[in-house]
């Protein structure tokens, strides 16, 4: 154990997600690669998940036919992961019907996370934590056992600080937001992040990143398939760079690329071990590559 962290060389390294109780694999798989795959295709993301020892599945129930596509999984795994899935809804009763709806979707009893997914916007958070809203419907299902812990995620700049604001309201479980090397390079969003991350280790909060290994927006004109909003990064050395950059701060987790052709590389990186690459090799391949941030506080803060 380095740093609260269990790591063998050739196996995903793990640490306590928060205070849930789970030692999560520090790459949490992110489902929205499902969204658009037919099934026998899905059932082979799952094979490459059980090899590699994911033990973390986060989906949303906008992911488009995510969910769906994890249902048929749930049979036979459930015990192998924890489980996490978001509602975009603010009011109480749309939330608890999502949820319902993605318990059905999964074919689960229940999850083992909710999020509120991209809370950023004021109108929003104050409908959320209303009476009547968000979180005091979603506390009330993990009281009857549909869920047993509650979380908040966002992007954009502003999020690190909005995390901050909601976790004062409520004792969310995990908080999740964009992370790497280019987006810290802002030093207001650095600043806002670096206190998010005490409060959250002050107070045992799960730290989920994304983003991680993006390389900019689509250029205007951009031909061929696009398994991300944004453009990721592909070659393979500057995505394992990217991933061991963000696993070097061992109180976060890393969310993979919707792109699921990325995964055989972000999981042998991840399971490689050894030193993190230095500012400067990450900041060779930003000039090289032309790494962008995806978020800029103004025109660019919405995705």
């Known amino acids: 154990m380095v740093g609260g962290e269990a790591y063998g060389r050739g196996m995903l390294p793990t640490r306590p997600f928060g205070r849930t109780g789970h030692d999560s694999t520090r790459v949490i798989f992110g489902a929205a690669a499902l969204g658009g795959m037919r099934q026998e295709r899905a059932d082979a993301v799952l094979a490459q998940l059980i090899e590699a020892g994911v033990n ?25 992961f924890f489980l996490a899935t978001k509602t975009g809804e603010r009011d109480g009763g749309a939330a608890r019907a999502e949820l319902e709806r993605s318990l059905e979707r999964l ?60 976790l004062e309201r409520h004792p969310f479980a995990s908080v999740l937001l964009p992370f790497s090397y280019v987006a810290l390079q802002d030093p207001a969003y650095r600043a806002d992040v670096e206190a998010l991350l005490a409060v959250c280790a002050e107070r045992e909060v799960a730290v989920q990143t994304i983003k991680s290994i993006a390389r900019r927006r689509w250029p205007d004109g951009h031909q061929g398939p696009r398994y991300s909003w944004y453009e990721p990064l592909q070659d393979p050395p500057a995505v394992a760079r990217a991933v061991r950059w963000v696993l070097g ?41 032309g790494v962008e941030p995806l978020f800029d506080g103004a025109a660019l803060e919405r995705i």
Not at 62 to 78: C, T
């Open 56 to 80: 973390h599945l986060d989906t949303a129930a906008s992911y488009g036919d995510a969910e769906l596509r994890m249902g048929p999984w749930m049979a036979e795994h459930r015990h192998r």
């Open 107 to 166: 074919q689960v009893d229940s999850v083992d996370l909710i999020q509120l997914h991209n809370l950023v916007e004021p109108d929003e958070w104050d409908v959320a934590f209303a009476p009547g809203g968000a979180v005091e419907a979603l506390a009330q299902a993990r009281e009857e056992g549909l869920v047993r812990h509650l979380g908040v995620t966002g992007h954009g700049t502003r999020i690190a600080g909005v995390h901050r604001r909601s």
């Open 249 to 289: 701060h061992d109180q976060v987790f890393l969310n993979t690329s919707s792109d699921a052709r990325l995964l055989p590389t972000i999981l042998a990186a991840a399971a490689e071990g050894g030193a993190p690459p230095s500012d400067a090799e990450v900041q060779a391949d930003v000039d090289a590559l």
